[in-house]
């Protein structure tokens, strides 16, 4: 979609650090890490958020949560833990309209989630 950062970077117009991709996933890291490693998962496919998940394949969805589980265990997670957040409309304060998973780790972080 014209406009669409995530799109942009997907594509490879937007600069960005990309640490995984294929055919329907690109991974990169967060331009303003809210922890010591932050990486985005997004599918390559624009949908705006979780609300039109259902506009992407099954295979695809899933993919996103593997390639997750993937790089938090390449990133040194998977002792200590992670979270994967994905904001959803304004009362999440989603900034960006394309869907994307958050991985967060690499230090403690509170337990309240909202
Ligand atoms: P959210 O607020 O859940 O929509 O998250 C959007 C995230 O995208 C924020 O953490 C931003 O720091 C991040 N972000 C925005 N623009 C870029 C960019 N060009 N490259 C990498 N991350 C970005």
């Known amino acids: 979609m014209?406009?669409?950062v995530f799109c942009g970077i997907a594509s490879g117009k937007i600069p960005s650090t990309i640490v995984y991709e294929d055919a329907d996933?690109?991974?990169f890291r967060d331009v303003a890490p809210q922890t010591p490693v932050h990486i985005l998962i997004v599918p390559r496919e624009h949908v705006a958020s979780f609300n039109e998940v259902d506009k992407l394949g099954d295979d695809i969805v899933a993919k996103m949560f593997?390639?997750?589980?993937?790089l938090a265990k390449e990133q040194g997670l998977r002792e200590r833990g992670y979270r994967?957040?994905?904001n959803c409309g304004v009362d999440a304060c989603?900034?960006?309209p394309h869907l994307h998973i958050h991985l967060l780790g690499g230090r403690a972080m509170g337990a309240d989630i909202a």
């Open 94 to 96: 989603q900034s960006v």
């Open 25 to 27: 996933v690109v991974a």
């Open 66 to 70: 593997r390639v997750a589980s993937r």
């Open 2 to 4: 014209a406009d669409c």
């Open 84 to 86: 994967l957040v994905s």
